[in-house]
Each structure stands twice: as C-alpha cells, then as structure tokens.
C-alpha cells in the first residue's frame, strides 16, 4: 500500500470522450434530417391555420 495509483480524473475524461461522441452523432442526424423535420413542422402549422387554430 506504499503505491496507489491517481485514477480520479480518469473518468472524467471517459465521460467527457462519451459526450462529445454523443454530440457529434446528435448534430450529424440533425445536419442530415433537419430539413425533413422542419418540413413536417411547416406541414403541420399550415393545417392548424387551416383549420382555425393559427393566428
């Protein structure tokens, strides 16, 4: 027990590695969905005014 080795920061790292992962898939479906998403919301909102729900 003379030797114990630091290993507290080692998961914050790991983690850090996790979420930026995580980023990167998030903003690459978004980069390649986001226009189709915001089509079914302009679909959406133009029915809801069509129907007397908009302003």
Do not use: R, W
């Not at 080795?5 to 980023?23: C, W």
């Amino acid at each position: 027990m003379l030797y114990l080795p630091k290993e507290d920061g080692q998961g914050l790292v790991e983690y850090a590695l996790i979420m930026i992962m995580i980023s990167v898939a998030v903003i690459a479906v978004l980069t390649l969905l986001g226009p189709q998403i915001g089509d079914i919301y302009s679909n959406i909102k133009t029915s809801l005014e069509a129907a007397g729900f908009g302003s």
